[in-house]
């Protein structure tokens, strides 16, 4: 494709350089974006009598038909142009001739690829939030399904206190929720316009920003000429805010692979979301979430390579800033891929209820509790503490649980044990009078339950 500025420069830019140079090869995916900019900014320019209505409808009319032509696969990109800005504005020009080339006026690609990656983005986050909330439906459906089971909740992967399979679930629905809070928060703003920072400085053309702004859908726009070409924040934000939604899918998918195990059978995923092996004809590997943990890895790269390739650049727009894209739209596509593979492994896997109860039987998880017992009686939770410890080492060297001690034993450490104790150490009662605000008994779940289901509702 012709260049626009042929006959500016002296030589011609070698093929290699060229190819090096050019990025329609990814920008072509915001080409709807590019053309809506372009009619909106044609709009302005008649308003603003800079070009006349006349002009300004042959230009709608040639960019509505190129619009209808590339939705349909009639025209194709040609990729040897040098971007997407400059095969929309070319083509147009070939179909309604020299009227086309008045688009480009007091506009500049610099402000132009501003305005398009934003819209853009803008978009994306309106497609990966419904996700996130059928990933966070799918969580608390099977929260809801499992709001009774029993549990051990560890810390250090170490056997800690009982909760409900439900209220585990629940944590991570709050997680994801806050991460829709966090692309809402980055959408507010990005919705700011560059469009008439034009190359760097504005422009003598009486143009109206507000009007071009309004017309695409913006919240306000940008003051600072220098600051709208070359702000990239909304790009490295959105990336931080898909890396931490990354690394939360990625700490359930650790958590899925460890109870899929032979060693918790906590869980069984289903058929249809699990691998076998070559050889193994036992085998049923986690492989989607265990892609889901290593494409995180992924996404916080694309975050650090955004950040470095914006931490020396002076104002205004260089080049450099064309790397901003490839590492987001491969950010939008990994996290829609974990996303919809992710949702659809939570709600066909099955837990199991009985494989959980028995691993919370062993490991003493109760032991707070009975020191707790102690305190209910009067004792100060340290010394209470002292004794529950005491008999924990007696039950471990005579490999028992807290529940096998007898009455008589008990009393031997403390003359305030009494008979109820056994119902207060009981995994059922230790896990539903956890009802304080927030706890793992069931009461609680179920609250957590209804209470996002309705913040789903209100987003
Ligand atoms: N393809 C370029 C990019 O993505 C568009 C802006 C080009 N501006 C320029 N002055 N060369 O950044």
């Known amino acids: 494709m012709a260049k626009l500025w042929a006959g500016v420069t002296a030589g011609n830019t070698e093929k290699l350089a060229d190819d090096f140079n050019s990025s329609i090869h990814f920008d072509c995916r915001f080409w709807k974006q590019d053309i809506t900019g372009s009619i909106a900014h044609a709009q302005m320019l008649a308003k603003q009598n800079i070009i006349t209505d006349d002009d300004a409808e042959k230009i709608i009319a040639g960019l509505s038909e190129i619009y209808d032509d590339i939705s349909s696969g009639k025209l194709q990109f040609d990729m040897s142009a040098e971007d997407i800005h400059m095969f929309i504005e070319a083509t147009l020009t070939e179909r309604i001739g020299d009227v086309g080339k008045k688009l480009h006026t007091a506009r500049s690609r610099n402000d132009q690829v501003a305005l398009d990656m934003r819209l853009y983005l803008r978009d994306e986050i309106d497609e990966i939030i419904p996700l996130i909330k059928d990933f966070i439906t799918a969580l608390t459906d099977k929260a809801d399904e499992y709001k009774t089971a029993i549990c051990p909740g560890y810390t250090h992967l170490q056997r800690a206190q009982p909760i409900t399979f439900g209220h585990h679930l629940m944590a991570y629905s709050y997680m994801l929720l806050r991460d829709i809070d966090r692309l809402n928060d980055t959408r507010k703003r990005m919705n700011t316009s560059p469009i008439g920072c034009c190359a760097l400085a504005g422009t ?10 309004e017309k695409l859908g913006f919240d306000s726009v940008i003051e600072n000429s220098l600051d709208g070409v070359s702000d990239r924040d909304f790009v490295v934000e959105m990336l931080s805010g898909l890396s931490i939604l990354m690394m939360h899918l990625s700490r359930l998918s650790e958590e899925i692979i460890l109870w899929s195990s032979w060693e918790f059978k906590f869980i069984e995923l289903s058929d249809a979301y699990t691998t076998g092996s070559s050889i193994m004809p036992q085998k049923r ?4 979430a265990e892609l889901i943990r290593g494409k995180s890895g992924r996404v916080y790269g694309e975050l650090m390579a955004i950040l470095t390739t914006l931490k020396g650049l002076p104002l205004a727009y260089n080049k450099d800033m064309q790397e901003d894209k490839e590492g987001i739209f491969d950010a939008i596509d990994t996290v829609t891929m974990c996303l919809k593979v992710g949702t659809g492994m939570i709600k066909t896997m099955k837990a199991k209820p009985e494989n959980m109860l028995n691993a919370a039987k062993r490991g003493f998880i109760n032991a707070t509790d009975l ?14 503490y002292k004794i529950s410890g005491s008999i924990v080492a007696y039950c471990i060297e005579n490999n028992i649980t807290l529940e096998d001690v007898d009455l008589a034993k008990y009393r031997e450490y403390s003359e305030l044990f009494e008979d109820d104790l056994y ?16 706890g793992a008994a069931t009461d609680s779940v179920i609250k957590q339950i209804e209470s996002v289901r309705k913040l789903l509702n209100k987003q």
Request: negative net charge; charged residues 30%.
């Open 285 to 288: 590997n986690p492989d989607m």
């Open 204 to 213: 003598t053309y009486d143009t109206d920003r507000f009007f071009e702004a």
């Open 371 to 384: 020191a707790d017992y102690l305190v209910k009686k009067g004792l100060p939770f340290r010394s209470a």
């Open 423 to 438: 119902e207060e150490i009981s995994l059922e009662t230790c896990t539903q009078k956890r009802t304080s605000f927030g």
